[in-house]
T-cell receptor, first 115, second 108 residues
């Protein structure tokens, strides 16, 4: 299984809602990532989990809260988002958190719209 | 901050033609990666070239790396409509940093 899955595919939420994005991989990868991508822009790193511990937080606002319940799952909890947070949220994983030679495997993304 | 800059930003060609995309980066690297993204979808890793390699092939893809000029190019030969996508170079400095991307359109 060389797939990273993400749910839901689409999400529309109001600014007062609380929702969660989910990501799963069964490749035994020990690094997992959340990226945010705006239209016609490259992905921007938000968080990195290395061996289930948060290793990088790219100064992301606290209304985004990541969680890694186990080595296969990654969640992104959303609360009190702003319309400018509307974007494609991508999850990725890689085998080794340390090696720079690892490719990253991306999920299909969750298209988030904040009203 | 973005490590890579790509050109052209957009490229439109006919099926069967070759497509060349360029990437420039600012700091030293130990490898450079290319990814493809179909519209609104996740990224797919295409190829990784190490800093001690000058050229690498994978199927219809040819990647070159010139560390003295801090630049790389991706050549897709005999393009197909299915190659229509955005292409990003990426370098790793602790984290993976993507270039701005080239939007390739291959017309049948």
């Amino acid at each position: 299984d060389t797939e990273v899955t993400q749910t839901p595919k689409h999400l529309v939420m109001g600014m007062t809602n609380k929702k969660s994005l989910k990501c799963e991989q069964h490749m035994g990868h020990r690094a997992m990532y959340w990226y945010k991508q705006k239209a016609k822009k490259p992905p921007e790193l938000m968080f990195v989990y290395s061996y289930e511990k948060l290793s990088i937080n790219e100064s992301v606002p606290s209304r985004f809260s990541p969680e890694c319940p186990n080595s296969s799952l990654l969640n992104l909890h959303l609360h009190a988002l702003q319309p400018e947070d509307s974007a494609l949220y991508l999850c990725a994983s890689s085998q080794d958190p340390v090696s720079s030679y690892n490719e990253q495997f991306f999920g299909p993304g969750t298209r988030l719209t904040v009203l | 901050s973005q490590q890579g800059e790509e050109d052209p930003q957009a490229l439109s060609i006919q099926e069967g033609e070759n497509a060349t995309m360029n990437c420039s980066y600012k700091t030293s690297i130990n490898n450079l990666q290319w990814y493809r993204q179909n519209s609104g979808r996740g990224l797919v890793h295409l190829i990784l070239i190490r800093s001690n390699e000058r050229e690498k092939h994978s199927g219809r893809l040819r990647v070159t790396l010139d560390t003295s000029k801090k630049s790389s190019s991706l050549l897709i030969t005999a393009s197909r409509a299915a190659d229509t996508a955005s292409y990003f170079c990426a370098t790793r400095r602790g984290k993976l940093i993507f270039g701005q991307g080239t939007e390739l359109s291959v017309k049948p």
